[in-house]
C-alpha cells in the first residue's frame, strides 16, 4: 500500500510563500504520476500541479501558473510544490495523490477520480 504525507501548510500572509512537500513510502514511484488537489470550503475539488515520476513532466492549472512550482527528490521519494505570491484564493486544503500506471503526462494531471492513492492533506491559510 502506498502511503503519502503532506506538511508544510500554514497560515502566511499574502504575497508570501509556502513550501509543501509529500513524502511517500511502501511502494515504489517509478510508475507513478504525483498530483496535488486543493479543496476550498464550497467549492469542488481541483487539480492544481502534477508530476510524472519516469520524465518529469509538469503540468499547472491556469489559476496558478507562474506562481507554483513541482519538483520531485527521488533521493527521498518525496515531491514539492513550491508556492510563491499566494492569493487569498489560495487557501484550501491542500491534498497529495498518486496515479498508476504512468509513464507520461498526457495532457493533463487528469480528474481527481484517476488517483487511487491519497494523502490526509494540509491546511494552507491566507490572511493579514
Known amino acids: 500500500q502506498l502511503q503519502l504525507v503532506e506538511s508544510g501548510g500554514g497560515l502566511v500572509q499574502p504575497g508570501g510563500s509556502l513550501r509543501l512537500s509529500c513524502a511517500a513510502s511502501?511502494?515504489?514511484?517509478?510508475?507513478?504520476?504525483i498530483g496535488w488537489f486543493r479543496q476550498a470550503p464550497g467549492k469542488e475539488r481541483e487539480g492544481v500541479s502534477c508530476?510524472?515520476?519516469?520524465?518529469?513532466?509538469?503540468y499547472y492549472a491556469d489559476s496558478v501558473k507562474g506562481r507554483f512550482t513541482i519538483s520531485r527528490d527521488k533521493a527521498k521519494d518525496t515531491v514539492v510544490l513550491q508556492i510563491d505570491s499566494l492569493k487569498p484564493e489560495d487557501a484550501a486544503i491542500y491534498y497529495c495523490?498518486?496515479?498508476?500506471?504512468?509513464?507520461?503526462?498526457?495532457?493533463?494531471?487528469?480528474?481527481?477520480?484517476?488517483?487511487?492513492?491519497w494523502g490526509q492533506g494540509t491546511q494552507v491559510t491566507v490572511s493579514s
Open positions: 495523490a498518486a496515479r498508476y500506471p504512468v509513464l507520461t503526462l498526457e495532457t493533463t494531471c487528469g480528474i481527481a477520480d484517476l488517483y487511487g492513492y
Open positions: 511502501g511502494l515504489a514511484l517509478d510508475y507513478t504520476a
Open positions: 508530476i510524472s515520476w519516469y520524465d518529469g513532466k509538469l
